[in-house]
């Protein structure tokens, strides 16, 4: 089965996201858990969620997507700061015992000029403090780009938090082609290796889901500019190769590509001819 979806909107809710998803040939989804920029949610609706859920367990849904804000920084130098992004985490994970099929991913952070040594202790500080919590949600830490002073560039700085943090069974890893890509990690040519290197480094096992994503700027030069399917430094003929792999495949694969809904629908539909059955 192919777990294929795109980034929604919530503006109108969570069920108005399954329609939207099904309306495209989805069945997976990413949304952002409240205003990508930060802020407050939109009130809980917990029909909404059961309506969401059971369209879900209807049309067989693949696990689904909530992103946090981009903005929180749970490396950030200021304390408040910190305590804002732990506080957001914290309400976003009591939201989403709602939906017993998301997974939760999250940007590591920014050290800001602190060092990547002081950002992992201060990143490992909130996430622990979060699986400390009695949430069910699994805690995806994305793969990034590594500009700026961004955290997670490496396997290994997202393996030092999973290891600072006692290995903590609801602790996974959601990969960005692009951002990995960006990352100076050859997923065009050397696959097989990248995912060897995944496997030695954090394990598979913690891999959760997938950012399909082409990308505007080309091999390890450190930026984040998602680019559409095919239409960038990736190429159509990698994306393939990725979406069929043997330690992929089964995983939901989610655009965040530069498209509204229509055009993702779009490149869902030339996907799907790309996968194998
Ligand atoms: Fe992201
Ligand atoms: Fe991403
Ligand atoms: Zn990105």
Partial sequence: MFNIGCHLSSAKGMLAMGEDALSVGANTFQFFTRNPRGGKAKELDIA????LNDLM???QFAKIIAHAPYTLNMAAKDEGLRKFAADTIADD??????????????????????GPEKGIE??????????????????LLETMSGKGSEIGRSFEEIQTIINNCGNHPRLGVCLDTCHVWSAGYDIVNKLDD???????????????????????TPFASNKDRHENI?????????????????????LPFCLETPNDTPGHGVEIALLKTKYLA
Avoid: W
């Avoid at 909404?48 to 309506?51: K, P, Q, R, V, Y």
């Avoid at 994970?93 to 099929?101: N, Q």
């Avoid at 201060?122 to 805690?139: C, E, G």
């Fill in 194 to 216: 990248v995912l060897d290197e995944f496997d030695a480094v954090i394990g598979l096992d913690r891999l959760h889901a997938i950012h399909l994503n082409d990308s505007m």
């Fill in 93 to 114: 994970m009591k939201r989403l015992s709602y939906t017993p099929s998301a997974l939760y991913n999250i940007h590591p952070g920014s050290h800001v000029g602190q």
């Fill in 48 to 51: 909404d969620c059961n309506a």
């Fill in 122 to 139: 201060l990143i490992t500080a909130v996430v622990s403090q979060i699986l400390d919590m009695d949430f069910q949600t699994p805690l």
């Fill in 230 to 250: 095919g239409k960038g430094s990736i190429g159509l003929d990698a994306i393939t190769r990725i979406i069929n792999h043997p330690k992929l495949r089964h």
């Fill in 57 to 59: 367990a209807k049309h």
